[in-house]
């Protein structure tokens, strides 16, 4: 099958060709608005990716099954797969079939969600760490370890649910993996819609003193992205393995 190679290829691949393509641009001053505009250019690459990737596993799954087909693309056909509540419905859906082609009694703990996200941390913590875009961005750096050392791995890929609602970080409410999802999802729409350009680039005072603005942060967007592409990964292999032994 055509995409599976696509499906399977993780997105992390266009950090390190943004890490690798930008090491050679200077410290000084003058390349701030530079790394601004690397940081938005390859967010926008992730999130491209990564809904292709979705419509993928949607056209993969409806191969396979024509009820399914229907539903999708005629009946409840998806979108863009940009939002979080496509993304929760696509991720529901390859469960679903796993369980329609043979493995009723699924563990979700068997993609291995603590190792997804040990190598998740480890991989965005080692890609960036001494780096000109860490020094750049130190403050959005610092700030996004001290928030994502205390993700748990019960708090996504459930049974139910691809982020768990009400699993709070650092016991704050306001801190939760889909309220950064929201912030990465209006960040993501801001950009490729260029809403900048007749919209004022400035957040409110009431915005900027909010506890919760400190999830506004590429590092946490990288890190959200990934999070979410492994899970899916992950489980599309199961969705296969499962094809091909039915």
Known sequence: ???????LSPVSEILKDMVS??????????????FEYIMQSTFLKITGAQEQKMKCIVWELATHDYEYRYMRFTKNQLGECSNYSEKQKIYKDIIEQIKKHGRKDIDINSIGKNKILKQNTQFVEQTFVNTNIEKKKKRSFDEYIFIWKDIKDNYF?????????????????????????????????????????????????NV???????????????????????????????YLNTIENN
């Open 208 to 238: 900027l003193i909010k506890e919760e603005y400190k999830l506004n942060n590429y590092f946490i967007y990288f890190s959200l992205l990934i999070l979410i592409d492994n899970v899916m990964i992950n489980l599309y292999k199961q």
């Open 21 to 34: 393509a930008s090491s050679g641009i200077g410290n000084g001053i003058e390349s701030f608005p530079l």
């Open 157 to 205: 890929a459930t049974k139910d649910n691809l982020f768990v609602h009400t699993a709070a970080i650092n016991d704050k409410p306001e801190d939760t993996l889909l309220k950064m999802y929201e912030y990465l999802y209006s960040h993501r729409n801001r950009i490729a819609h260029n809403t900048l350009s007749y919209q004022q680039n400035l957040s409110s005072l």
């Open 1 to 7: 099958m055509n995409h599976n190679n696509f499906i």
